[in-house]
């Protein structure tokens, strides 16, 4: 059987197979096949739309993802030109990056090269006719114009250019270019002269004006023989790798070749071998700062104190019990560009620690003589030497959040305070969430006045971001200034 035509479908079973085939990817045709060959092997689903997934119903296509690099998909166009054979190692090409491909043949396009070989490219079904049967009865036009994350059109033709530029759609291909909401990468192919006539300028500029992306043409010899300059498809691995950077867009860096150090967590302060002084820090706030930061291309050093969190992927990670623990790792990474002290250390630690276990006694509870810790965030925010340019603490206070802040900004000699409540009923501490506000002096000057930027309700994760992004700025906003 060679191929099957299936008519009279009532409006349930059309809707079954266009959920069930846009769920898995797949043209109705095939998932025809596929249901087919489930019940043979008696393996049937129930006949129902209501069987199809919710996500089936949702306008972003869902595929099956695997491995460590995110999948994604195009609709490639082939148009009609001698460049055409170039799109089957465009094919393989893509495929090599991860990256699904449903092919449209142009009328033009069959004459270079055919459905068969796409088709076994591709594995998947080739599209060529605008009123096919078999895919339109459910306006698969449609489906293959928006259930992709970008369309591919190489070789585009002038003509295939002209109709995008005018609005055309007399055919399958101008239909589903006219049709989408996806980027659009086009691959220019024609002879010099055409690439260089008027009107295909202005379609060229025209198309630039609506987004569309262009790659090439390239400058050489042509098919026909005498002819060379701009005009020749750009090469198979040229369009895969300008495909993949519209897919996968590089992520910004802003801190590459930045040395960032940051601190986490509580301190265990040892009164005995087997209690300690400490804090409800849970160190999660520092850790997504450490994080974020290693997103952002720095390299970081993370000292932390006792928590129980994974070490984030890529960052060194120093953990430390106590606070004179936790000030000697630091010491020891400096010098640093960026200090972020988000640790909650104690103040206070035992002066005489014992070395048994403290026991009851009968004269009661024994004397305890506490001595000041450190204090790490002065430490090195008064530094002659190795103070990093931008120094950050945190504030964490139960009342007067403002006014403790502002004054220990001025106390402590850093250059930024994150202040937040850490009140009960605030659910900071050990929390997911957090209320920050950001006390800084204007112009970066010790004296004069103080800003205060108070930020949302955000997840801590969601504050690490944008706590990057203000120290990204200042650093490149920093590296304009005129040397004085």
């Known amino acids: 059987m060679a191929s099957l035509t299936i008519r009279k479908l009532d409006d349930a079973v059309k809707t079954y197979l266009r959920l069930r085939s846009a769920k898995n990817r797949r043209s109705v045709e095939e998932e025809v096949r596929v249901i087919l060959r489930e019940l043979i092997e008696g393996r049937e689903e129930p006949l129902t739309p209501f069987a199809v997934p919710t996500a089936a119903l949702s306008t972003t296509p869902t595929r099956q993802r695997t491995g460590a690099v995110a999948e994604a998909s195009v609709t490639l166009i082939i148009g009609g030109g001698i460049a055409a054979y170039k799109s089957l190692d465009l094919i393989r090409r893509l495929k ?19 459905p068969l070989a796409v088709s076994a490219l591709s594995h998947e079904r080739v599209y060529s006719d605008l009123f096919d049967p ?143 002084i400490a804090n409800r820090s849970s160190g999660k706030q520092g850790f997504a700062i450490a994080a974020a930061a290693q997103a952002a291309g720095a390299e970081v050093i993370l000292v932390s104190g006792p928590v129980d969190l994974s070490d984030p992927q890529g960052v060194t990670v ?122 800084s002096r204007r112009n970066g000057g010790k004296d004069g006045e103080i800003a205060v930027d108070s930020w949302p309700v955000m997840t801590k994760e969601q504050v690490a971001i944008e706590l990057v992004a203000h120290i990204a700025k200042s650093v490149t906003d920093k590296s304009r200034e005129p040397a004085s």
């Open 96 to 114: 090599e990056r991860r990256i699904e491909v449903r092919c449209v043949l142009t009328k033009a396009a069959q004459q270079f090269v055919t």
């Open 134 to 276: 078999q895919s339109e009865f459910d306006a698969g036009h449609i489906r293959l114009a928006r259930e992709c994350d970008m369309i591919v059109v190489a070789p585009a033709t002038a003509d295939l250019m002209a109709k995008m530029a005018n609005g055309h759609a007399d055919d399958l291909a101008s239909a589903i270019l006219l049709a989408t909401n996806r980027k659009i990468l086009l691959a220019p192919a024609m002879n010099p002269l055409m690439w260089n006539n008027a009107a295909t300028r202005r379609n060229v500029a025209q198309l630039q004006r609506d987004g569309v992306v262009l790659i090439g043409p390239n400058s050489g010899e042509m098919a026909e023989a005498g002819e060379a300059g701009i005009g020749r498809m750009s090469e198979a691995i040229e369009i895969a790798t300008a495909a993949e950077r519209l897919l996968r867009p590089p992520v910004p860096r802003p801190l590459a070749g930045k040395r960032v150090l940051i601190t986490a967590g509580p301190t265990h302060e040892p009164i005995d071998p087997v209690r300690y």
């Open 318 to 439: 120093k953990h430390v019990e106590s606070a004179r623990q936790m000030l000697e790792q630091v010491q020891a990474a400096l010098p640093a560009d960026i200090a972020i002290f988000a640790a909650a250390v104690a103040d206070w630690r035992v002066a005489n620690e014992g070395e048994q276990k403290l026991k009851k006694t009968s004269a009661g509870m024994p004397p305890l003589q506490l001595v000041e810790n450190p204090d790490i965030l002065a430490t090195i925010s008064k530094l002659t030497d190795k103070r990093p340019p931008l120094v950050i603490g945190f504030a964490a206070e139960t009342e007067h959040l403002i006014d403790n802040a502002k004054s220990k900004l001025a106390r402590k000699g850093c250059d930024w305070i994150v202040a937040n409540d850490v009140s009960p009923a605030t659910g900071v501490m050990g929390g997911d969430r957090n209320t920050v506000h950001l006390i």
